[in-house]
T-cell receptor
């Protein structure tokens, strides 16, 4: 088991609502990356936070936003939910943004979001 | 562009071997391998870097052919615990924000 935790485990929302997902990174890690994993697909990079700043963003619209706090925990916020936002949302923590060669990402258990 | 994994699925009996492949159309800097069991987080297995550096678990082996932009994960003497979906994540440069995952290979090991 990694030390990465996520909450809540499951969430059901309706179209148009807003949602906040939370992630606590592993001790000693200053970088959190968020991924969306649709059913039967590999994780897709949403964005990364490094030392409280956004450090890269994938191909996701601005209604996907995030924060990182001084203790390096992080939030993912999604506004104006759409049906296609239904997915498993994973966060991964790492001791660096991946620029240190063999640094690896450790994933949390994910939050299953269902949008009705 | 998403890396292509093959095979899409494989069924093994306990003790048999398997090879999972990951191919990219782009020049790669690194390949990251993960295993994910149903309803659980992806678990890190191995990272392979351009130039030959590797980091991973003792019981897992993998290769990275830089000329062909291909990586292979070798599962020998499979155990029931090896069942799950295997993903490769590829990067053209340093930084996890550049990591692109394949669609996965489902492995089922039966007694």
């Amino acid at each position: 088991e990694t030390g990465v935790t996520q909450s809540p485990t499951h969430l059901i929302k309706t179209r148009g609502q807003q949602v906040t997902l939370r992630c606590s990174s592993q001790s000693g890690h200053n970088t959190v990356s968020w991924y969306q994993q649709a059913l039967g697909q590999g994780p897709q990079f949403i964005f990364q936070y490094y030392r409280e700043e956004e450090n890269g963003r994938g191909n996701f619209p601005p209604r996907f936003s995030g924060l990182q706090f001084p203790n390096y925990s992080s939030e993912l916020n999604v506004n104006a939910l759409e049906l296609d936002d239904s997915a498993l949302y994973l966060c991964a923590s790492s001791p660096s943004p991946g620029t240190s060669g063999t640094d690896t990402q450790y994933f949390g258990p994910g939050t299953r979001l269902t949008v009705l | 562009q998403q890396p292509v994994q093959s095979p899409q699925a494989v069924i093994l009996r306990e003790g048999e071997d398997a090879v999972i492949n990951c191919s990219s159309s782009k020049a790669l800097y690194s390949v990251h391998w993960y295993r994910q069991k149903h309803g659980e987080a992806p678990v890190f297995l191995m990272i392979l870097l351009k130039g030959g550096e590797q980091k991973g678990h003792d019981k897992i082996s993998a290769s990275f052919n830089e000329k062909k932009q291909q990586s292979s994960l070798y599962l020998t003497a499979s155990q029931l615990s090896y069942s799950g979906t295997y993903f490769c994540g590829t990067s053209e440069g340093r930084g996890f924000q550049k990591l692109v995952f394949g669609t996965g290979t489902r492995l089922l090991v039966s007694p």
